[in-house]
């Protein structure tokens, strides 16, 4: 039987709960997901590329079928290369599946063998976002209920060495 691979892309600065939660429920589903770190600076990321592949790779720890991988290229070309024709997208707003709708269209456009699946995190985590997080952390707010708890110090120590 074949192995059923998908990507989970994005550029996870940092991951949240909300991302876990995807991942988790994308498991149910694949029995193996690269999780496709964006290197895009034009969304000027808080953390560098390799501070939040290290923190992914801290998050996700122990949990069989994960792989991290850094991509700076189309999520397509990254799809290709990685011989992975299923995408998985989170879905938390009406917002979100417009933006992300034009995205699987685009990439299906790209090459026709891509699909794209949208799953929706639980209720609990259907407001977390990596922005919501970066504000709280930027004003020093409490966002340990937002992130996944065994990269919380991580975090800190990573602020903490960007501010020096």
Do not use: W
Request: glycine share 4%.
């Amino acid at each position: 039987m074949a192995i059923k691979r998908a990507i989970y892309s994005g550029t996870f600065d940092p991951i949240t709960n909300g991302h876990m939660d995807i991942i988790k429920r994308g498991l149910k589903i694949y029995d193996e997901i690269i999780i496709g770190v964006a290197d895009s600076n034009i969304k000027q990321p808080m953390f560098n590329i390799n501070n939040r592949i290290d923190l992914i790779e801290e998050a996700v720890k122990g949990i069989k079928g994960v792989t991290v991988k850094s991509f700076d290229t189309l999520l397509v070309k990254f799809a290709k290369k990685e011989k992975v024709y299923n995408i998985i997208r989170g879905l938390r707003t009406n917002t979100d599946f417009e933006y992300e709708l034009q995205m699987s269209y685009a990439n299906s456009s790209l090459d026709k063998d891509i699909d794209t699946i949208f799953l929706m995190p639980c209720l609990r985590n259907a407001f977390v976002s990596s922005s919501i997080v970066r504000e709280l952390i930027r004003f020093n707010g409490d966002f340990t209920h937002l992130a996944p708890q065994n990269i919380i110090e991580n975090i800190n120590q990573k602020v903490k060495e960007q501010c020096m």
